[in-house]
């Protein structure tokens, strides 16, 4: 079946830093791949997706890149900043050609952003 | 524009108690899933519906009970609520299979 690993958190770092939270997947043909962000308190939101190989996507500075290569889709931002504190879980949904459509989530990633 | 909304925000029971969630979207989407969130174990899936009338399990849908008759509404029962069921629960929707979650608020709930 589709799985997700992320990295384990809470990734702490300092405003301005670069940041990279890794993301890689295991499906079969072509799912699409999301980032999903949960600040406290809330439900989560749609951060930035990809929906077929080498497409980048993008919002809000971060950026990643799906990978079929290497079965990635990590996250990254040049510049964090401390409102970017939250939690961010990679997510796909399986693909038209036989796979499942119901969602697979990994268990998220902590980020703590210092002053 | 309410988008998805949750109701309770916050419950409060005690064990062996019935306890109904209620989901409501406003946009009309096809799909809709109930999931809960614990430390440790991230999104775990409990039940989801690919329209009115239709629904299916989860990764975890033991004591928890759906309904679908309408496309907006997506209520989750607790028959017998149980210590195990404490956790917060998040309500989604999306038009399409496969395509982007839109979550609501969360309902807290803790049982007793």
């Known amino acids: 079946g589709n799985s997700v690993t992320q990295m384990e958190g809470p990734v702490t770092l300092s405003e301005e830093a670069f940041l990279t939270i890794n993301c890689t997947y295991t499906?079969?043909?072509?799912?699409?791949l999301f980032w999903y962000v949960q600040y406290p308190g809330e439900g989560l939101q749609l951060l930035l997706k990809a929906t077929k190989a080498d497409d980048k996507g993008s919002n809000k500075g971060f950026e990643a890149t799906y990978r079929k290569e290497t079965t990635s889709f990590h996250l990254e931002k040049g510049s964090v900043q401390v409102s970017d504190s939250a939690v961010y879980f990679c997510?796909?949904?399986?693909?038209?050609?036989?796979?499942?459509?119901?969602?697979?989530f990994g268990r998220g990633t902590s980020l703590i952003v210092h002053p | 524009d309410a988008g998805i909304t949750q109701s309770p925000r916050y419950k409060i029971t005690e064990t062996g108690r019935q306890v109904t969630l209620m989901c409501h979207q406003t946009w009309s989407h096809s799909y809709m899933f109930w999931y809960r969130q614990d430390l440790g174990h991230g999104l775990r899936l409990i039940y989801y519906?690919?329209?009115?009338?239709?629904?299916d399990k989860g990764e975890v849908p033991d004591g928890y009970v759906v309904s679908r008759s309408k496309t907006e509404n997506f209520p989750l029962t607790l028959e017998s609520a149980t210590r195990s069921q404490t956790s917060v629960y998040f309500c989604a929707s999306s038009q399409l299979a496969g395509e982007t979650q839109y979550f609501g608020p969360g309902t807290r709930l803790l049982v007793l």
């Open positions: 499906a079969t043909g072509y799912p699409s």
């Open positions: 997510a796909l949904s399986g693909p038209p050609s036989g796979g499942s459509y119901i969602p697979t």
């Open positions: 519906s690919a329209a009115a009338d239709i629904t």
